[in-house]
Nanobody
Framework: QVQLVESGGGLVQAGGSLRLSCAAS????????MGWFRQAPGKEREFVAA????????YYADSVKGRFIIFRENGKNTAHLQMNSLKPEDTAVYYC??????????????????WGQGTQVTVSS
């Protein structure tokens, strides 16, 4: 089974940027759609962005559209989430996720069954 490890989280001021990375191991993710979700304290885990296996079709939550960019480097078995113009409401633990080869790109949490451990993003006002 694929294993995922996120990195790149941290503390940033409002308006700043961070790039999250999701490194996959045990299997190549070339044929896997990838997703990013986040969970703030006391809230449900919510969809942020997803991208198809080839990296050509991204999907975004309305709350991050125009500010976040999801992309992947299949040659490095890695997916990324570039986060710009960060807001305090973006503060959360961010998780990358995948499911199985050739599965359709999904925005629903239940469509994913492989998750990383998460990385904390804190945006100060």
């Amino acid at each position: 089974q694929v294993q995922l490890v996120e990195s790149g989280g941290g503390l940033v001021q409002a308006g700043g940027s961070l790039r999250l990375s999701c490194a996959a191991s045990r299997h190549t993710i070339t044929n896997y759609a990838m997703g990013w979700f986040r969970q703030a304290p006391g809230k449900e885990r919510e969809f942020v962005a997803a991208i198809n296996w080839s990296g050509t079709i991204p999907y975004y939550a309305d709350s991050v559209k125009g500010r976040f960019i999801i992309f992947r480097e299949n040659g490095k078995n890695t997916a990324h989430l570039q986060m710009n113009s960060l807001k305090p409401e973006d503060t959360a633990v961010y998780y990358c996720a995948t499911s199985r080869p050739w599965a359709p790109t999904a925005t629903l949490r239940d469509a994913y069954d492989v998750w990383g451990q998460g990385t904390q993003v804190t945006v100060s006002s």
